[in-house]
């Protein structure tokens, strides 16, 4: 056997398809693009979808996108728990709901610190780090509550309370 005598294994190497050469080439006539239209014509922009609004027109211009799990907490500011119950009471979620300061019953309850406040128990889901010590600068405990919605984000209860932008926290940016 010599050098001339080797060639390649059959179907390894496949001829490349020569389209509008005739109807007996298989590829004749409109060599594949079928009959009349903007296909058959000209090519279209990539991305282009037939005049239905295209995926990069659809979608978001900014990045970002909202968690599937983000947690909406109720919030309450120390100034509305001051002005609603006198020094020495306990403050629990369920009675910040009977008063109307929070709506929603099945939501966690955070306190922000906007407000002075005076020697109250205050039982809530979650914190800021101001109500916190303005709670216990003003002679008053502090007690995180569990809920469902916010275990297993952080070891610790102050881990667990989360950044608030406006009404909503999103608890996997803190």
């Known amino acids: 056997m010599k050098i001339h005598h080797l060639k ?13 050469r005739g109807e007996a080439a298989g590829k004749g006539k409109t060599a594949g693009r079928g009959t009349k239209g903007t296909g058959a014509r000209h090519n279209t922009p ?6 239905q609004m295209p995926l990069q027109r659809r979608l ?6 909202t968690p599937r799990n983000r947690v909406e907490l109720q919030t309450v500011n120390l ?3 001051a002005a609603g119950f006198a020094d020495g009471d306990e403050v629990t979620p369920d009675l910040l709901r009977a008063r109307g ?3 929603r019953g099945d939501a966690p309850v ?3 610190g906007t407000g002075e406040v005076g020697r109250l128990t205050i039982s809530a889901h979650a914190f800021s780090a101001s109500a916190r010590a303005k709670i216990e600068a003003g002679g008053g405990t502090v007690q995180v509550l569990p809920h469902a919605d916010l275990l ?5 209860p102050e881990q667990r309370s989360g950044r608030v932008r406006g009404r909503t926290a999103h608890l996997g940016d803190s």
Do not use: D, N, Y
């Open 79 to 81: 100034s509305r728990i």
């Open 8 to 20: 390649p294994a059959p179907g390894a190497h496949k001829a490349k398809t020569r389209k509008g």
């Open 101 to 103: 300061m929070v709506r």
């Open 60 to 65: 978001p211009k900014l990045p970002g996108f």
């Open 110 to 112: 955070k306190v922000l």
């Open 46 to 51: 990539p991305g282009f979808e037939g005049g």
């Open 152 to 156: 297993g984000r952080g070891s610790k």
